[in-house]
């Protein structure tokens, strides 16, 4: 999926809501970012932390495995978001931080 403001390809992500836990979100994530709907893992498969935009704040990523069972054709980011299928190994080449690159090479 593509961020809005960079174009740079990542995972769907974003804070966890009052009341979730980080599967939760990761759930709702991936529908409202990417139309993807599926079965989450209830474990955090790892773990990436990356600087938002030139921005001295440092965001601690919590990742679930997703296996995708359909996508919608509406959902709610469609407008403001590109999205892409790749191969594993186009996903590590083309993530846009590095500690996401390293965690999606485990997956190989």
Do not use: C
Not at 75 to 98: D, H, L, N
């Amino acid at each position: 999926m593509g961020s809005r403001r960079s174009g740079r390809w990542g995972l769907p992500k974003g804070h966890i809501e009052p009341g979730e836990n980080s599967r939760a979100a990761a759930q709702r994530e991936a529908f409202e970012e990417a139309g993807v709907t599926g079965v989450v893992s209830d474990e955090v498969f790892g773990t990436f932390t990356y600087f938002k935009d030139g921005s001295r704040n440092r965001y601690r990523v919590k990742v679930h495995l997703l296996e995708a069972l359909s996508v919608a054709k509406s959902f709610p980011e469609k407008t403001v978001r590109k999205t892409r299928w790749f191969s594993m190994k186009g996903a590590i080449r083309e993530a846009a931080q590095p500690g996401l690159q390293k965690l999606l090479q485990k997956l190989l």
